[in-house]
Nanobody, 119 residues
Framework: QVQVVESGGGLVQPGGSLRLSCAASGSSASIYVMGWYRQAPGKQRELVARITSGGNANYTDSVKGRFTISRDNAKNTVYLQMNSLKTEDTTVYYC?????????????WGQGTQVIVSS
């Protein structure tokens, strides 16, 4: 059925960059919004960035000016360009895709991709 697959995580030094990608497939419905979330130990999952199919984007304050989310609607894919990475950005990043159907919106999660920022 629906599949959401992330990639691009890895180990980088502070100040470095990574580009995460997320591809959603398996549904005939259109995507309403796709976003990136992260979850630190002992905390709830938080929104990092999200973008609608129309290109409207928003970010959590801690990543503004450093991260940029973009999308390729034809491929049902979103990207997260992560620049000036900090050690506190270290965690697992999850992709979420929300499909819009005549019955409502349905959200699907990817398995996550690990980002480690360390010197």
């Amino acid at each position: 059925q629906v599949q959401v697959v992330e990639s691009g995580g890895g180990l980088v030094q502070p100040g470095g960059s990574l580009r995460l990608s997320c591809a959603a497939s398996g549904s005939s419905a259109s995507i309403y919004v796709m976003g990136w979330y992260r979850q630190a130990p002992g905390k709830q999952r938080e929104l990092v960035a999200r973008i609608t199919s129309g290109g409207n984007a928003n970010y959590t304050d801690s990543v503004k000016g450093r991260f940029t989310i973009s999308r390729d609607n034809a491929k049902n894919t979103v990207y997260l360009q992560m620049n000036s990475l900090k050690t506190e950005d270290t965690t697992v990043y999850y992709c979420n895709a929300v499909f819009q159907t005549v019955f409502g919106r349905y959200a699907y999660w990817g398995q996550g991709t690990q980002v480690i920022v360390s010197s």
